[in-house]
C-alpha cells in the first residue's frame, strides 16, 4: 500500500438497538468522504463492517 494511501472507516450500528438518522447519516458521510478522497487521485481503502456477533446479540438471542 503506496504510504499516501488513507483508511476509511465507519461505526457499524449494533443490530440490537434501534436504527435511527445517526446510522445513515454516518454512513453517507463516510462515502462521500472516501469518493471524493478517490476523486482527488488519492489511494482509499474503504473498510466496512457489521457488528453481528457478540454478547449483547447472544443474549438478546436468548431472552427471545
Known sequence: MPTDAIIVTR??????GPLHLGHGAEAIQADIFARYRRAADQDVVFVCA??????????????E
Open 11 to 16: 461505526f457499524a450500528p449494533s443490530p440490537n
Open 50 to 63: 457489521d457488528d453481528c456477533h457478540g454478547t449483547a446479540i447472544e443474549l438478546m438471542a436468548a431472552a
